[in-house]
């Protein structure tokens, strides 16, 4: 099996982002470490704080934030961090190459039942005419990311990645310490019969979304003469890395919960990053009215609906929006 660095080499990707891509990953074995030893390690529980999406912080959030935040900012690569757990984007070095935006732990509700938590990140090159201070410097739509990829602390610790070139898979071998390549260019199957949705919010949803998923759940006997299951794992890493691997349909709808708040996930740490590797592996990633990777970006901690996976489900889905 091929080594990262020589596989990213393959793939054209410049030295110094496979530099950058290796730091990120250096921080991701220490985590992967931590989450591994449970409650062995002095990480688990919540603390009293609430990070800038006005959520509990866990300590673990707090100890990957602090990693990746410190790792990045002192490897010499970076322009600026930008972080889920941070009020706005941390300066590095002004002549950085890139910017680094990141959820250092998604899922952190799955912490403490030892479930599916991961690390989400996304590179996108430093505009050379702003101050590294600027946060303006992140408002650049997914369209310009140069690398997106995730790591989800599983069973296994595994690394999806896409530098434009298809989306990737790599196993962290912990006999050597690294990640290795199994499997090139995924492909997100274009059918399923699967779906992702938090269903205790449907009295919340729209119209288009209740009757969609109501289709669904009519299975063999309804409109879509065909039986459809669900799971949702509460992380987006989780649910994305299933729908990559077998397919599915994942989403996270408008809903009218909070009026101020008609949407939970995040664009840069978790919508773009996911769009970019769904795309490269030939899946859709969209809201209902348009591409994600085409929005231009108003706030860095903009929410955004989701509407991502195999291509002809998300065909399907979008089709009662019209
Ligand atoms: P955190 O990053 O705060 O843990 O949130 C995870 C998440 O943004 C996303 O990964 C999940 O799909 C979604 O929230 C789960 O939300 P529910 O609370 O609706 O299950």
Known sequence: MQRLAPALREDNVPLDLISLIETILAATKEISFRVSQGHLSDSMGSTLDENIQGEVQKKLDIVANELFKDILLESGFVKAVSSEEEDTSVAGVEDGKYI????????????????LIGTIFSIHQAPTDMAASNPDMFKQSGNHQVCAGYVL??????????????????VLDRTHGGYLLVERNLQVPEDTQEFAINMSNQRFWQQPMQNYISDLLA???????????????????????????????????????????????????????????????????????????????????QRVEVIMGSKNEVEACLAYYK
Not at 100 to 115: A, W
């Open 153 to 170: 602390y599983g069973p296994s610790t595994t690394l999806v990645m896409t530098t434009g070139s298809g989306t990737h898979f790599y």
């Open 219 to 301: 299975g063999d006997t309804g409109p879509r003469g065909k039986n459809f299951n669900m799971r949702w794992i509460a992380a987006m890493v989780g649910d994305i890395h299933r729908v990559l691997t077998r397919g599915g349909i994942f989403t996270y709808p408008a809903d009218n919960r909070n009026p101020e708040k008609p949407y939970k996930l995040r664009l840069m740490y978790e919508a773009n990053p996911m769009s970019f590797l769904i795309e490269q592996a030939g899946g859709l990633a969209m809201t209902s009215q348009g591409r994600i990777m085409d929005i231009e970006p108003t706030d860095i901690h």
């Open 100 to 115: 680094v935006s990141f959820d250092p732990l998604d899922g952190s509700s799955n912490i403490d039942i030892n479930s």
